[in-house]
């Protein structure tokens, strides 16, 4: 497994057509596994599903909205924040999406705490959180048990004001929180992500 950092804002669509290259890539043994991080273009996403009411009004968005094969409902990526889209042959790791999920947890658990962030799981509801504070949201979708999609983290405050448009993850009322907020000093996500790499070793390498 290795570890790719893309230096630049992702155009979301060039990401989706990176991770579904790479998960054909790993089907016919061409490509080996591989967590990549990065940070997207502006851009609001949600699961296939019939109800898409947590978009709010499409037409007053600040930025386009795709559609993809993830669970999950609405929420926001784009410059201030941390994605990661780890591909990985979850036949190879017992084919248990519900560990897969609290592993990718775990690692944002432990990056927070090494910024002194005492963040935590909720029962009943997939993500990160300080008290009642979302710092990040987790969706994944798998292709013949190759997973794509992954995380997203918000780090910088600049990050957090598009969410006011819509109904992140289709939670009423739910708060959005960074890393930033969190630390009361200023974090970049090139530090975050530094920070990051020790523990994706440790839960999936």
């Known amino acids: 497994m290795k570890i790719t950092t893309l230096p630049e804002p992702v155009d ?8 579904q290259e790479h998960v054909a890539g790993i089907l016919s043994g061409s490509h080996e596994e591989t967590i990549y991080l990065l940070e997207h273009q502006p851009v609001y996403t949600i699961g296939r599903r019939r109800d898409q009411s947590s978009l709010r009004d499409t037409s007053s968005l600040p930025a386009p909205v795709h ?5 999950g409902e609405a929420t926001y990526h784009g410059p201030g924040q941390l994605v ?11 084919k248990d999406l519900h560990e897969h999920l609290r592993k990718l947890e775990e690692v944002l658990i432990l990056t927070c705490r090494d910024f002194g962030i005492p963040a935590t799981r909720r029962e009943g509801l997939t993500g990160v959180w300080v ?3 979302k710092l990040a949201s987790i969706g994944v979708g798998v292709s013949k048990w190759i997973s794509m999609h992954g995380f997203a983290i918000n780090i910088t405050r600049d990050s957090l004001l598009p969410f006011f448009a819509i109904t992140p993850c289709g939670i009423e009322g739910v708060v959005m929180g960074c890393v930033e907020n969190e630390t ?4 970049t996500v090139s530090t975050f992500s530094d920070k990051l790499r020790p523990h994706l070793i440790d839960q999936f390498g």
């Open 12 to 19: 979301y669509a060039a990401g989706l057509e990176l991770q």
């Open 67 to 71: 559609q993809i094969n993830r669970g």
């Open 84 to 94: 990661g889209y780890p591909i990985l042959d979850l036949r190879e790791r017992g």
């Open 131 to 133: 008290e009642n504070r």
């Open 184 to 187: 009361d000093h200023p974090v």
